[in-house]
C-alpha cells in the first residue's frame, strides 16, 4: 500500500470515528433535553396540584422563560404544555431515562398528540429506538397502523410448532396482518404479477412496510428441480433472523393449496440456499382475504414455518376511487 492509500485510509478511520462521537455527542444532548423536560413538566403540574394553578401560568411562565434564556429554544406556551402533558402521562422517571429519553423531542409529542393508549406508545417508543425511525417514518407506521397489525390476535401461523424459542417470537413479531399496499396505483385489469412489479418498483416503500431486518433478493426467484422450473414470487434474506423469506402474494381469498405450495418452495430454499449458518427459511402468504379457522386447518400439519397475511389498500380511498386499483380475483 502506498503513502497516498494508506493516508486515504487513516482519513477514513478517523472520519468514522468523528461520527460515532457526533451521534453519541447528539444523543447524550437529546437525552438531557428530553429529561429536562419531564422535570419542567412535573414542576408545573407538582404546582398546579399543591397551589391550584391554571392553565394561564404557563402561559406567564414561557414568557419569563424565554426573557431569561433568550438564546434557548424550546419555551413557548406549546411546548410547555407539551411537557406537562409527557409527565402527566410518563409518571415512572425511569421508563423516561431508559426509553422516551432515547427518541427525539419531538418524536415524543407526536405519540403524545397521536395516541392515547400508553402501551401503543411504549410500542412506538420502542420500535423507533430499535430501527431508527425519522420523524415521518414514525408518523408513516403510526398511520398505516402498525401496532394494530402486529398484534397477536390478527395473526394465523405455525411458527410455535415449526420454530425453536427464541426464533418463534421474533419471526412472530416480523409478521403483519393485513399489509398496507396504498403505495401501489394499478389499474383494474392487474394481475399477480403487475403486483409483483410495483413492489419491486416500489421497492424502498415496501422494505418500510415489511419492516426492519428485510433485504430484498428478487422477483420471480427461479428453482430448478429435477429438471422442472418452479418460480418464487418474492425472496428476502431477513438480516435479524438470519434466514431466507419467502413471499408469495395471492389476488384471490386463501386456499389450502397455498400453503403446501409455499411448504414445497421452502424445501427448495433449505435445500439449495441455506446455509449451516442460516436459520429455516420462513413463509409468508400474503392473499386477499383468509379465514382463519381455514387457515389454521392448512397449517396444522406443515413441517416449515409459514405465516398468512391479508393485504389492504388504504381505506382513505373515496369508493368512486377504488375501482381504478387493483381488482382482486384475477387468476395468473
Known amino acids: ?11 477514513g478511520e478517523l472520519k468514522s470515528k468523528i461520527r460515532q462521537a457526533q451521534l453519541k455527542a447528539a444523543l447524550a444532548v437529546n437525552h438531557e ?21 391554571g392553565s394561564k401560568v404557563i402561559e406567564q411562565l414561557a414568557k419569563d422563560l424565554k426573557t431569561e434564556f433568550p438564546a434557548i429554544k424550546g419555551f413557548s406556551t406549546r411546548n410547555l ?41 411504549e410500542f412506538y417508543i420502542n420500535e423507533t429506538i430499535k430501527n431508527g425511525w425519522s420523524r415521518n417514518a414514525m408518523v408513516h407506521q403510526i398511520e398505516s397502523k402498525l401496532y394494530q397489525r402486529q398484534s397477536l390476535s390478527d395473526k394465523t401461523h405455525n411458527f410455535k410448532t415449526t420454530l425453536t424459542q427464541p426464533l418463534s417470537d421474533l419471526a ?14 394499478l389499474g383494474k385489469e392487474a394481475q399477480e404479477r403487475d403486483i409483483e412489479n410495483a413492489l419491486v418498483e416500489h421497492i ?26 418452479f418460480y418464487i414470487d418474492l425472496l428476502f434474506y431477513h438480516t435479524r433472523l438470519h434466514a431466507y423469506i419467502v413471499i408469495e402474494l395471492k389476488l384471490s ?50 413441517s416449515k414455518p409459514i405465516g398468512i397475511s391479508e393485504y389492504q389498500l388504504s381505506k382513505a380511498f373515496p369508493e368512486h376511487l377504488k375501482s381504478s386499483l387493483p381488482s382482486i380475483e384475477e387468476s395468473r
Request: net charge neutral; glycine share 4%; hydrophobic share 40%.
Open 81 to 121: 404544555k407539551y411537557m406537562r402533558a409527557f409527565a402527566e402521562h410518563y409518571k415512572d422517571l425511569s421508563f423516561v431515562q431508559q426509553a422516551a429519553a432515547q427518541i427525539p423531542w419531538w418524536h415524543n409529542c407526536i405519540l403524545l398528540a397521536k395516541i392515547k393508549d400508553k402501551k401503543e406508545r
Open 33 to 53: 433535553l428530553v429529561l429536562l423536560y419531564w422535570q419542567i413538566g412535573n414542576s408545573i403540574l407538582t404546582h398546579e396540584n399543591e397551589k391550584g394553578w
Open 253 to 302: 381469498d386463501f386456499k389450502p393449496e397455498y400453503a403446501g405450495k409455499l411448504n414445497f418452495y421452502l424445501s427448495a430454499i433449505d435445500k439449495t440456499l441455506k446455509t449451516s449458518e442460516d436459520q429455516p427459511s420462513i413463509g409468508i402468504i400474503i392473499c386477499k382475504n383468509k379465514n382463519k379457522i381455514v387457515a389454521e386447518y392448512a397449517l396444522q400439519d406443515i
Open 1 to 11: 500500500m502506498n503513502m497516498m492509500s494508506e493516508y486515504h485510509s487513516f482519513l
Open 172 to 185: 412472530h413479531q416480523i409478521l403483519k396482518d393485513p399489509y398496507n399496499f396504498d403505495f401501489l396505483s
Open 204 to 229: 424502498t416503500k415496501f422494505l418500510l412496510e415489511l419492516g426492519a431486518g428485510f433485504a430484498f433478493i428478487g422477483r420471480q426467484y427461479h428453482l430448478e428441480i429435477d429438471n422442472q422450473d
